[in-house]
């Protein structure tokens, strides 16, 4: 069993066809978690999760969209109340190129969306681009007295903030930072742009999850332009490659990493 912790089959890219790729997905024992960027793409993807067996939707306003949009609790806390919505996500911080003129309303947004996430005890979908020390320090500054903490220095309070920062993006240090604050690290295709070699191998397994950011991010193996769950398969292959386990291994670990995050 595999699981594909952040896919975008809720997106227009898959409008025609979600159903066909859901259903080969499921096939090859792969489950997947739909990930919302503002409401209306939560909204579809709590309604396509509700529809099948090992589909989950996680839900949360995106922060590019944070300069346009409002975060209305009410309505996403409406959406959350489903067994199927396992997450707030995917929220952060986005400072790529233009993006980055409206970082104190993003971060308005974001710190408005953790309130969320700890009311609901939900784990956090974590969107983070060219802005990893500023969401370091956000997410610092909700860990209350962090010195006080004497073995877990980083340990959050009641483990009510948990998540993952997905499609990683940084250094080791950047990454060890997250892992001592006990988020996972979210490894895509993002590994065939970047050299993410060194945090892949210093990272614990057991701190890994797998995803695909579909219709994004195709590995090169796929052959074809959009991706899809199944590809997930090649971010596998060659974390355990790198890692220097076996296919399976990596697999089983992985998955159980999911189902102990999202509780599902």
């Given at each position: 069993?595999?699981?594909?912790?952040?896919?975008?089959?809720?997106?227009?890219?898959?409008?025609?066809?979600?159903?066909?790729?859901?259903?080969?997905?499921?096939?090859?024992d792969?489950?997947?978690?739909?990930?919302g960027?503002?409401?209306d793409?939560?909204?579809?993807?709590k309604?396509i999760a509700?529809?099948?067996?090992?589909?989950?939707?996680?839900?949360?306003?995106?922060?590019?969209?944070?300069?346009?949009?409002?975060?209305?609790?009410?309505?996403?806390?409406?959406?959350?109340?489903?067994?199927?919505?396992?997450a707030?996500?995917?929220?952060?911080?986005?400072?790529?190129?233009d993006?980055?003129?409206?970082?104190?309303?993003?971060?308005?947004?974001?710190?408005?969306?953790?309130?969320?996430?700890?009311?609901?005890?939900?784990?956090?979908i974590?969107?983070?681009?060219?802005?990893?020390q500023?969401?370091?320090?956000?997410?610092?500054?909700?860990?209350?007295?962090?010195?006080?903490?004497?073995?877990?220095?980083?340990?959050?309070?009641?483990?009510?903030?948990?998540g993952?920062?997905?499609?990683?993006?940084?250094?080791?240090?950047?990454?060890?930072?997250?892992?001592?604050?006990?988020?996972?690290?979210?490894?895509?295709?993002?590994?065939?742009?970047?050299?993410?070699?060194e945090?892949?191998?210093?990272?614990?397994l057991?701190?890994?999850?797998?995803?695909?950011?579909?219709?994004?991010?195709?590995?090169?193996?796929?052959?074809?332009?959009?991706?899809?769950?199944v590809?997930?398969k090649?971010?596998?292959?060659?974390?355990?490659?790198?890692?220097?386990?076996?296919?399976?291994?990596?697999?089983?670990?992985?998955?159980?990493?999911?189902?102990?995050?999202?509780?599902?």
């Amino acid at each position: 069993m595999l699981i594909d912790t952040h896919a975008h089959l809720n997106f227009k890219a898959f409008k025609n066809d979600f159903d066909k790729i859901i259903k080969r997905s499921l096939a090859e024992d792969i489950w997947m978690i739909n990930v919302g960027s503002n409401y209306d793409t939560s909204k579809r993807a709590k309604e396509i999760a509700e529809k099948y067996n090992g589909i989950f939707a996680a839900i949360g306003l995106h922060p590019i969209h944070s300069k346009d949009e409002n975060f209305d609790k009410e309505k996403y806390k409406g959406l959350a109340n489903s067994d199927k919505v396992v997450a707030i996500g995917e929220i952060g911080l986005d400072y790529f190129k233009d993006y980055a003129v409206f970082k104190e309303k993003q971060k308005k947004v974001f710190l408005e969306q953790l309130e969320l996430a700890k009311e609901l005890n939900l784990p956090v979908i974590f969107h983070c681009r060219k802005a990893h020390q500023d969401l370091i320090e956000v997410l610092k500054s909700q860990i209350p007295n962090p010195k006080s903490q004497i073995n877990h220095k980083f340990q959050i309070l009641n483990s009510k903030l948990r998540g993952v920062i997905h499609c990683f993006t940084g250094d080791w240090n950047q990454a060890k930072q997250y892992l001592d604050m006990g988020f996972y690290l979210g490894i895509n295709g993002i590994i065939y742009k970047r050299d993410l070699k060194e945090v892949i191998e210093k990272t614990p397994l057991e701190k890994i999850l797998i995803e695909t950011d579909c219709p994004y991010l195709t590995p090169p193996q796929a052959g074809v332009e959009r991706n899809e769950p199944v590809f997930i398969k090649y971010i596998i292959q060659d974390i355990a490659k790198i890692k220097n386990l076996d296919f399976q291994k990596v697999a089983e670990t992985t998955f159980q990493n999911a189902k102990n995050l999202f509780k599902i």
